[in-house]
């Protein structure tokens, strides 16, 4: 097949996150896969009154080998009739938007009426979420605006696909698994990450990753550590990640369970640089999620071939073969600490690194490509 002419909406440099470099990576395989891509992604992605983060905005340089153009603003309806209008123009044969919140369906959703007025291009989805984990009033309408407005979907998850059939059954979708992180770097030695990060080296620790929000299971993830199964244990917990929401209850239950000396909080954004530092000084990468999509951190973790234990919420079971490169436990304080205590007593880490790398196979991002052309295809 003859590459395709395609535009992708979303996150991207300027943006700093997991959407933004993930959309770049997936941008990069389009390009290798023969097709030609540019990024059309936000000039304001979030007004700085709802955006709970302490920036927005990338500390790294943009990346030479991608198109990225700044052409809308999420809150500026001028720009989606000009972004839009001028995509129609251009006429792509597809448009890749990526979907994860309903503050975005207004936006995305006129933006890809507009251009599929022209008759020729078609508009596809990479939906993370279809109903968001922090819901609000009014999701669900505006979240059928912009479902309504596409023509196919490719999601990652299972949970995911019914989430979207609920709202259009006839929408024509793609399941294609979230590919392997590899944007961060070779791994990192535990010596030498250990060393850089300045951590005790008689001590085994714990990580949890990425952004700190309610429905992501901290507060569970303390009081397993709180217990005396596991204080017994030369075990240290890793938080690395930015709050995005009140940092006091974490705070609270730290010292109501006496983890002071038992807890090390790098409690911000974690350059892209310094991910595999945190992932090579880790024995076991842990999401006690309450309910979850699927998650990114999985995949990083993956590349870095690391033992994972997560909840069995959402999509998580489907990335992560329980007994075989981690655990897969119910959502609970009891059940976490009972995985992580087996972990470290039965020494599982080999066995469960051993694993990862014949499971890496179905994660490649050739296979996210070849998914979207499939659905370009069924909706052409």
Not at 346 to 354: G, I, L, P, Q, V
Request: charged share 25%; aromatic share 12%.
């Amino acid at each position: 097949m003859e590459g395709l002419r395609i535009k992708m909406i979303g996150p991207a440099w300027p943006f700093r996150g997991g959407l933004a470099a993930f959309n770049e990576r997936l941008a990069l395989e389009f390009g290798k896969s023969g097709h030609q891509i540019s990024i059309e992604t936000f000039t304001t992605q979030y007004p700085s009154v709802l955006f709970p983060g302490k920036s927005q905005y990338s500390s790294s340089a943009k990346p030479e080998d991608l198109k990225i153009r700044r052409s809308f603003s999420s809150i500026n309806p001028i720009s989606w009739l000009r972004t839009g209008l001028r995509i129609r123009k251009e006429a792509p044969d597809m448009v890749l938007m990526r979907y994860w919140l309903p503050f975005m369906a207004p936006c995305f959703g006129i933006i890809s009426r507009l251009i599929k007025s022209n008759g020729k291009t078609r508009v596809l989805c990479l939906a993370d979420n279809i109903v968001p984990h922090e819901q609000r009033p009014g999701d669900k309408l505006l979240t059928q605006f912009f479902m309504q407005s596409i023509d196919g979907m490719v999601v990652m998850t299972k949970s995911v696909q019914e989430d979207a059939l609920q709202f259009r059954k006839d929408l024509p979708v793609e399941l294609s698994p979230h590919p392997v992180f590899d944007n961060y770097g070779p791994p990192v030695d535990r010596e030498e990450a250990i060393r850089k990060l300045g951590l005790a080296v008689n001590f085994r620790y714990l990580l949890f990753f990425g952004f700190i929000r309610e429905y992501k299971g901290l507060d569970w993830l303390l009081e397993a550590m709180g217990d005396s199964k596991i204080k017994s244990l030369p075990v240290k917990l890793i938080v690395a990640g930015e709050f995005y929401t009140d940092d006091q209850v974490f705070l609270e239950l730290i010292q109501r369970n006496g983890l002071e000396d038992s807890v090390i909080f790098k409690s911000d954004y974690i350059p892209d640089e310094e991910v595999s530092l945190y992932f090579g000084a880790s024995d076991l990468v842990v999401q006690p999620y309450k309910h979850a999509t699927q998650s990114g951190v999985t995949q990083i973790a993956y590349h870095f071939k690391k033992s994972m234990l997560v909840t069995n919420v959402g999509g998580l079971p489907e990335m992560i073969p329980d007994q075989i490169v981690g655990y897969v436990v119910e959502p609970s304080v009891k059940a976490v600490t009972d995985a992580i205590v087996d972990f470290f007593e039965s020494d599982r880490k080999t066995f469960f690194e051993n694993n990862i790398g014949q499971e890496m196979e179905k994660y490649r991002w050739d296979k996210m490509v070849d998914a979207f052309v499939r659905l370009y295809d069924k909706c052409k």
